[in-house]
């Protein structure tokens, strides 16, 4: 069975401040997917990044960085210089590789930025 | 806009109701989704849609009644629910539910409140 675990259920930093959210998984698959998700107030979740597990290089894109490590089956999410607009719900999610496009979650970290 | 419309946003009703939620996608995908969000869990994945037919009921219990006409357009229907069953009803959208490793586009949600 998959799971993801996301230990961090509410974070608050400083405008400004770089923050890290953490994301563990677990699955039995050799292959599979890693997501991010951001769920603003407005309800929606809006997809930030796919990494396939056979790709572990760090990605970057703009202030947003993803280091996926598979030795320890984490996949974690820095934002640097956090800015108001980052105020979110941050999701983690795992998927198979073949046969369905289904998204194993994780809870969620709640990310307040203060001014 | 994520291409992925929900109507209604909000809804009110009493536990012997009968409603129905909306989901359109405007992508061009072939397989839909319906999740529910309650306050400190997981996203539950309820009903996945292939190419119009079901292939996912994640032991939902039958006060919920999806449909799926076509591949754009998803339904959610409701009758005689429980205060429990009061969350944020998500619905998704991916290319092909069958291949594996596409993100789903999600909808801003129905938030449902059972009195």
């Known amino acids: 069975a998959q799971k993801v675990t996301q230990a961090q259920t509410e974070i608050s930093v400083v405008e400004k401040e770089d923050v890290t959210l953490d994301c563990v998984y677990e699955t039995r698959d050799t292959t599979y997917y890693l997501f991010w998700y951001k769920q603003p107030p407005s309800g929606e979740l809006v997809f930030l990044i796919r990494?396939?597990?056979?790709?572990?290089q760090n990605e970057i894109s703009g202030r947003y960085s993803w280091n996926f490590q598979k030795s320890t089956s984490s996949f974690n999410f820095t934002i640097t210089a956090s800015q108001v607009v980052d105020s979110a719900v941050y999701f983690c999610?795992?998927?198979?590789?073949?046969?369905?496009?289904?998204?194993?979650f994780g809870t969620g970290t709640r990310l307040t930025i203060i001014p | 806009e994520t291409g992925v419309t929900q109507t209604p946003r909000h809804l009110v009703m009493g536990m012997t109701n009968k409603k129905s939620l909306k989901c359109e996608q405007h992508l061009g995908h072939n397989a839909m989704y319906w999740y529910k969000q309650s306050a400190k869990k997981p996203l539950e994945l309820m009903f996945v849609?292939?190419?119009?037919?079901?292939?996912e009921n994640n032991s939902v219990p039958s006060r919920f009644s999806p449909e799926c006409p076509n591949s754009s357009h998803l339904f959610l229907h409701l009758h005689t629910l429980q205060p429990e069953d009061s969350a944020l009803y998500l619905c998704?959208?991916?290319?092909?539910?069958?291949?594996?490793?596409?993100?789903?586009?999600f909808g801003p949600g129905t938030r449902l409140t059972v009195l």
């Open positions: 998704a959208s991916s290319p092909n539910g069958a291949s594996g490793g596409n993100e789903q586009f």
């Open positions: 999610a795992l998927s198979e590789a073949f046969g369905n496009e289904k998204l194993t």
């Open positions: 990494r396939n597990s056979f790709d572990e």
């Open positions: 849609y292939n190419f119009k037919e079901q292939t």
